[in-house]
């Protein structure tokens, strides 16, 4: 069965330093986004991708963040420098279609900075 | 806001008993989902409700949508100890992109 899949699970950083996390969403899929999950918080909006664009992102979505789909496979979130509040489970998600609601989600990347 | 708000935040039951999970929002959808989350791993798809449908089942699972007052609920029949996890509303909607927002979860327990 076609899976999300993310890269690295896991990620330890330094304050300050750029983090770049991976998705490779399902092949078909035209819909991309970016969540986050605070530990044992709810799952939050950071952005929506789509046609090769930004559709739309939330407060959360500073200028210290970016995303990209740089080959026609991967999807990515680089967070240019991190806050020890930057740490988090980012979950990748994707979505067929206009006319399809469900969302398939990756396993997720920890990211933890000290 | 759009973003679903869960009731109750926790919820333990013995095998067997059906647990249900309540869902509310605050503006227009398009649709409304349940995800499920095993502590620490992505979050998997349930089931979606459209917002012109009032319910919908699938297995064991029962979803109804009241969009007069703004809620849904998630009925999970003759639970079982694999049952156990966070299950989170979410509702889908056009604001420029199309956007799914979720809620806080409910943590269901179920004891075997």
């Known amino acids: 069965e076609p899976e999300v899949t993310q890269t690295p699970s896991h990620q330890v950083t330094q304050m300050g330093q750029e983090v770049i996390l991976r998705c490779v969403p399902i092949?078909?899929?035209?819909?991309f986004y970016w969540y986050r999950q605070i530990l044992g918080q709810k799952v939050e909006f950071l952005v929506s991708f789509y046609n090769n664009e930004i559709s739309e992102k939330s407060e959360i979505f500073d200028d210290q963040f970016s995303v990209e789909r740089p080959d026609g496979s991967n999807f990515t979130l680089k967070i240019r420098s991190t806050k020890l509040e930057d740490s988090a489970m980012y979950f990748c998600?994707?979505?067929?279609?206009?006319?399809?609601?469900?969302?398939?989600f990756g396993e997720g990347s920890r990211l933890t900075v000290l | 806001s759009q973003q679903g708000e869960e009731d109750p935040q926790a919820l333990s039951i013995q095998e067997g008993e059906n647990a249900t999970m309540n869902c509310s929002y605050k503006?227009?959808?398009?649709?409304l989902q349940w995800y499920r989350q095993n502590s620490g791993r992505g979050l998997v798809h349930l089931i979606l409700?459209?917002?012109?449908?009032r319910e919908k089942h699938s297995g064991r699972l029962r979803v109804t949508l009241d969009t007069s007052k703004k809620s849904s609920s998630l009925l999970i029949t003759a639970s079982r100890a694999a049952d156990t996890a966070s299950y989170f509303c979410?509702?889908?909607?056009?604001?420029?992109?199309?956007?799914?927002?979720f809620g806080a979860g409910t943590r269901l327990f179920v004891k075997a």
């Open positions: 979410a509702t889908g909607a056009y604001t420029g992109g199309f956007k799914t927002i």
């Open positions: 092949s078909n899929h035209l819909y």
């Open positions: 409700i459209r917002s012109n449908e």
């Open positions: 998600a994707s979505r067929a279609g206009q006319n399809t609601g469900e969302l398939f």
């Open positions: 503006t227009s959808i398009n649709n």
